[in-house]
Structures are given as C-alpha cells and as structure tokens.
C-alpha cells in the first residue's frame, strides 16, 4: 500500500498538507517548516520522499504507533495526534481540518484523535496482509512561501 503526502501549504513557522489513502480516505497533515539547508533539530520537516512505514511500540508515548524508516538526517520519525508545532518534533501530525491562519500555540489542525482513529487501523490492515506500506511526501511546485517570495518588495517608502 501507498499513502501519498502532499505538502501544500508552506510558511516559515509550519507545513500544512493532505495524506490520501488509496480507499479514497483523506486527512490534513501538520509538520514542522520545510527548511533549505541546515536541520534545526524538532523544528525541520523530513525531506520529501518515499519512506517504508510499520507499526512499533514508542518509547516516548509508551504505545504502538506508527514509524517511518530510513528518514536521511532523522530518527524516530512517527505519524502521530497533535494539534500545533509545538506537538511535531519533526514527527507528521494528521487531524480531519486543518487551520491555515492559526498562530504557532493555536490550533493549526484539529479532531487529530479521530483522524489517527482512521490513519492507524489502515497501516495495521495492510501490514496484517502482508503488503509493505509506503508514504510517499511530495512537496507542491508552489507553496505559500514560494509565494511571497515571488510578490514584488516595497521599497523604502513602503510602496512595492
């Protein structure tokens, strides 16, 4: 099974996205900011790409969760619940909405605990039968980032 990522929504504080599943189920994604360059530990996306996931126990929340493999530059690299930046640590956060105008300590994607409920069971399945479960993390041709990046600057007068 293949789960695709799509990072759609990029701003120097966090990255939004959407995880399509091929039942057709979708949800939002919340990470840390895509960085150029250097890593700032707990606070860097994971490079896009195609990365094996299974499902093991976690040290830190002390149950089953599941795992991304062979992340360059990461270690215990989860898909987990949370609801802001502040939960990521580099980890994917998933939830049913997202909100793109939240700040960094508001609420960027919620009802997380019911998207997890649906995210969880999907991997367990494919793994129970067998198959290998790959997510696949594309990042979108133009991101809010990008974006402002291209808008014309103001000059000293404040006109762009």
């Keep these: 099974m293949t ?16 995880m399509r599943f091929e ?37 830190r929340f002390g149950k089953m969760m599941p795992l991304l493999h062979r992340v360059p530059g990461f270690g215990g690299i989860r898909i987990h619940c949370g609801n802001n930046t502040e939960d990521t640590a580099g980890c994917i956060l998933v939830g049913t909405e997202r909100r793109p105008g939240a700040d960094a300590d508001e609420l960027q994607i919620v009802q997380s605990r019911d998207a997890m409920d649906e995210v ?18 594309m990042q979108s041709s133009v991101t809010t980032s990008e974006t402002f990046k291209l808008a014309p600057q103001p000059d000293a007068t404040g006109t762009p």
């Design 3 to 18: 789960i695709y990522m799509t990072r759609d929504d990029c701003t120097p504080e966090r990255t939004l996205g959407t």
């Design 23 to 59: 039942d057709g189920f979708v949800c939002e994604t919340l990470e840390d900011p895509v960085r150029e360059g250097d890593k700032i530990y707990g606070d860097t996306a994971i490079p896009g790409g195609t990365y094996r996931v299974t499902i093991t126990r976690s040290k």
């Design 120 to 137: 969880q069971p999907r991997i367990a399945a494919a793994l129970a039968a067998g198959d290998e479960v790959w997510l696949d993390i």
